[in-house]
Nanobody
C-alpha cells in the first residue's frame, strides 16, 4: 500500500490550501484515513480523521478552519485548510488505518510541507 500526498506549499496567513492523499495497492478494509502534522521540534499530532462511514474528528486547534473529506471510490482523503495561521506550519502526513481480522495496520504517506507566512 502506498499513500501519495500532495497540495502543500507556501501561503500567507489567512489563506487556504487543499491537501490530497491517494491510497493505492491492495487494501482489504479501510477503517479510517487522516492527517497528522509535525512542526520542527514538536511531536507528530493528529489534525483530522475520517472513518469509512464519514465520521470526522478534529484537533481543537483546527476546528472551524479545516475540513476533512474522502472519496471512498478513489481511496482518497482531502484536507481543506482555511484561515491558515503561521502556527499551522508543519509537514503534514497522510495516515491510513486498515482493519484486519487480528487488529489494525497503519500506513503513512511521505509528508507534504505547509508553510504559512505572517
Amino acid at each position: 500500500v502506498q499513500l501519495q500526498a500532495s497540495g502543500g506549499g507556501l501561503v500567507q496567513a489567512g489563506g487556504s490550501l487543499r491537501l490530497s492523499c491517494a491510497a493505492s495497492g491492495s487494501i482489504s478494509n479501510i477503517a479510517s484515513m487522516g492527517w497528522y502534522r509535525q512542526a520542527p521540534g514538536n511531536q507528530r499530532e493528529l489534525v483530522a480523521r475520517i472513518t469509512q462511514i464519514g465520521t470526522t474528528g478534529y484537533a481543537d486547534s483546527v476546528k472551524g478552519r479545516f475540513t476533512i473529506s474522502r472519496d471512498n471510490a478513489k481511496s482518497t482523503v482531502y484536507l481543506q485548510m482555511n484561515s491558515l495561521k503561521p502556527e499551522d506550519t508543519a509537514v503534514y502526513y497522510c495516515n491510513l488505518l486498515e482493519s484486519l481480522s487480528h487488529g489494525t495496520r497503519v500506513y503513512w504517506g511521505q509528508g507534504t510541507l505547509v508553510t504559512v507566512s505572517s
